[in-house]
């Protein structure tokens, strides 16, 4: 039962470039989270996703950032015209989708193993 | 933005030395959790808090949630080797609806000294 998979691991852009980092859910997974991690610190929320929805942006920059869910295939963190504050470990995390326990279930977020973004 | 205030920040122990570690927020939250992080790699859930007061156990590790709503601790019992690595709090805050929507605290590194 394959967990959360993240590709890239590892991801070197020069400035001004596109990053592109996909995450593929757990299976029967449909809610789609992105976190960025600085070096030191902890994560932080950056969009929340269900198929084909963005439900929640609010940690996400206005500018050069957007994700994507797509009915078919994995969910895309997107970010344009890199810059060296960029360089971050991006995680994606999925969690299941229970109507009856929607509240409890939705907060066991399952993470991946990360994007390393290098910004040259 | 909210955020939690984890301490300390890293801790340097003998094997089989009890660990322990906390959280605090300036307001209330529904929900906690605590995570641990490997280098490389992304955090995994250790345990999950969902009720102010309740204490909860995984193994050698226990952790509460504070009677306020706005703390939460971990305890690691005789510690080993291999509790190395970072060790993160995060909730959700009662003010948010969106049930993945987590705050995480700076993080705690362990050490731990055979």
């Known amino acids: 039962n394959a967990g959360v998979m993240q590709n890239p691991r590892h991801l070197v852009r020069r400035r001004g470039q596109e990053a592109r980092l996909r995450c593929s859910p757990m299976?029967?997974?449909?809610?789609v989270y992105w976190y960025r991690q600085l070096p030191e610190e902890g994560l932080k929320f950056m969009v929340y996703l269900q198929k084909e929805n963005i439900i929640d942006e609010s940690g996400m920059p206005k500018e050069r950032f957007s994700a994507e869910f797509p009915k078919e295939g994995p969910s895309i963190l997107r970010i344009q015209q890199v810059v060296r504050g960029d360089s971050a470990a991006y995680f994606c995390?999925?969690?299941?989708?229970?109507?009856?326990?929607?509240?409890?279930?939705?907060?066991?977020?399952?993470f991946g193993s990360g994007t390393q973004l290098s910004v040259l | 933005g909210q955020q939690l205030n984890q301490s300390p920040q890293s801790m340097f122990i003998q094997e089989g030395e009890d660990v322990s570690m906390n959280c605090t927020s300036s307001s209330i939250f529904n929900t906690w959790l605590w995570y641990k992080q490997d280098p490389g790699e992304g955090p995994v859930l250790l345990i999950a808090l969902y009720k102010a007061g309740e204490l909860t156990s995984n193994g050698r590790l226990t952790a509460q949630f504070g009677i306020t709503r706005k703390d939460s601790f971990l305890n690691i019992s005789a510690s080993i080797p291999s509790d190395v690595g970072i060790y993160f709090c995060a909730g959700r805050s009662a003010r948010d609806n969106q049930g993945g929507k987590l705050i995480f605290g700076q993080g705690t590194e362990l050490s731990v000294k055979p």
């Open positions: 995390a999925s969690s299941p989708f229970n109507p009856g326990q929607l509240t409890i279930t939705n907060e066991k977020l399952f």
């Open positions: 299976k029967g997974h449909s809610h």
